[in-house]
């Protein structure tokens, strides 16, 4: 994939980053990672500092780095390009990390679909321990011995949610966890675990070889630093591009060549899908955030061909814990075929719309509450797009869709109650929220 523009990874040197730190305490470790204002890639944005900070305070004796390369946002690309490009500051930034919590073991959980980078991942990993910057005694230092091994995931977009990541990684099936405790305290073998994302890794080696004043000089108050972008769909230059926080999104799509565009899914199929009036909202957590993934749809584009293709997609990857997300999907999918079709009734839009809006507080991981997302966009911006008029019925259609609605209504009541349970019972069930 074309990288489009300067990426500052390219003019980090190798290793700068990890002698910086390594000079340090690594509670100033931990500090400089707060100062930098370093928030997650992997699209949560949870401030990495404070979540290494959990994990250095928490009891365990094997404390575990996990790099998360799972990757399997539709639309978003840029880890890999951050693997196969500059897989030493990755590395780094993971030891980093093992120095700052006091772990002694790290795990790359590589997407399935990568499996063609690992052997160049291992001979980069046998080089760092050749040089002395992996394994035992590290740079030198008597008391620090840490070491990185990849493991492969099976091919399950769930599995990039780091509580199924880690069950996946213990052999068991890859379901999220009932979150707290959070990994940091209970992770991977029971015992606190930071889990990062390849990018967040990167911007770590590059804050200690640049300093965290340099990240925390760029982009905006709530979000400092720069974010790599991977830009698809209906543009002339796609590929990966850096821009810093607070980049509007029409800057982004002039320079990707994709100004005309109907819409845009920043996020991916869990984002939402900007409509051009807003093209000048910034990309930033404080406005419109994004893990990485920019999908631009010109306009030729059926939209609820869109929105099918991606309900189709969380149909298919729910793990199928919870009801909601796992028959929410399904009524949505069913529901869109039926919009193409011009029979959904302005009262079934509306049930899904409210069926939407309960998979986002009822479900119980970020899948489940962001898979309705590109739906509702669609609804809200372009209600134009969905054919009104049912079209015209014979007896057998009406008598099976009143059935199907009435089944319909009970599940949707169910959930309008749980969701209700769920809001009174938990003021922080906030979509995407990790640590
Ligand atoms: C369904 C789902 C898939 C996810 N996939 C990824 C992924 O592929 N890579 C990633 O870094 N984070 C992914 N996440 C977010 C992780 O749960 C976690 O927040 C992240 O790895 C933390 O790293 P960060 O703080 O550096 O962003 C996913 C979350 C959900 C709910
Ligand atoms: S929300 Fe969906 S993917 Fe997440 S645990 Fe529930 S069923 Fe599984």
Redesign the pocket.
Do not use: I, M
């Given at each position: 994939m074309t990288i489009r523009n300067t990426i500052t990874f390219a003019s980090i040197p190798t290793d700068k980053g990890l002698k910086a730190a390594l000079e340090k305490e690594p509670k100033s470790v931990i500090n400089d990672v707060i100062e930098s204002g370093l928030?997650?890639?992997?699209?949560?944005?949870?401030p990495?500092g404070i979540?290494w900070k959990f994990a250095a305070k928490a009891e365990g004796a094997q404390k575990t780095v996990i790099c998360?390369?799972?990757?399997?946002?539709p639309g978003?690309f840029k880890?890999r390009v951050i693997l196969a490009e500059w897989p030493d500051l990755v590395f780094e930034g993971m030891t980093i990390a093992a120095y700052a919590i006091g772990a002694s073991s790290g795990i790359v959980y590589l997407?399935a679909e990568y499996a063609y980078m690992r052997k160049m991942l291992e001979e980069c990993l046998e080089k760092r321990r050749q040089a002395g910057m992996l394994g035992a005694k590290i740079a030198g230092k008597e008391d620090f011995s840490f070491d990185i091994h990849i493991h492969m995931g099976s091919g399950a977009?769930?599995c990039?949610?780091?509580?199924?990541?880690i069950e996946s990684l213990e052999g068991k099936r890859g379901e999220?966890r009932n979150r707290p405790p959070f990994p940091v305290e209970i992770g991977y073998e029971n015992a606190p675990t930071i889990?990062?994302?390849?990018?967040?890794?990167a911007w770590v080696s590059a804050i200690f070889a640049n300093g965290s004043k340099w990240f925390k000089g760029a982009g905006t108050k709530e979000s400092p630093g720069y974010k790599l972008m991977s830009i698809s769909g209906d543009v002339k230059l796609p590929g990966v591009y850096e821009f810093p926080f607070g980049t509007t999104l029409s800057t982004i799509l002039e320079a990707a060549g994709g100004e005309d565009a109907k819409a845009v899914a920043v996020g991916g199929a869990?984002g939402t899908l900007v409509p051009p009036n807003n093209f000048a909202c910034k990309i930033c957590f404080e406005d419109v955030p994004t893990?990485g993934s920019i999908i631009v749809f010109g306009k030729n584009r059926n939209l609820l061909d869109v929105a099918e293709n991606f309900q189709e997609f969380f149909a298919d990857?729910s793990c199928g814990q919870c009801t909601i997300c796992r028959l929410g999907n399904v009524k949505l999918l069913e529901g869109i075929r039926l919009m193409k079709q011009g029979q959904c009734t302005d009262q079934h839009l509306e049930d899904l719309c409210s069926l939407g809006a309960s998979m986002q507080i009822a479900s119980k991981?970020?899948?489940g509450?962001?898979s309705p997302n590109v739906f509702l966009s669609v609804v809200k911006h372009f209600r134009d797009e969905i054919p009104r008029h049912p079209v015209a019925e014979n007896d057998d259609q009406k008598t099976e869709k009143a059935k199907s609605s009435n089944l319909f209504q009970s599940v949707v009541q169910l959930f309008r109650t749980d969701a209700d349970t769920a809001k009174n019972n938990s003021g922080t069930n906030k979509k995407?929220v990790?640590a």
């Open positions: 928030r997650g890639c992997g699209g949560a944005g949870f990495t979540k998360n390369a799972d990757e399997g946002e978003t880890d997407r977009y769930v990039g949610e780091e509580s199924a990541l999220p889990v990062n994302n390849v990018e967040s890794l869990s893990g990857e991981c970020g899948l509450q962001t995407g990790s």
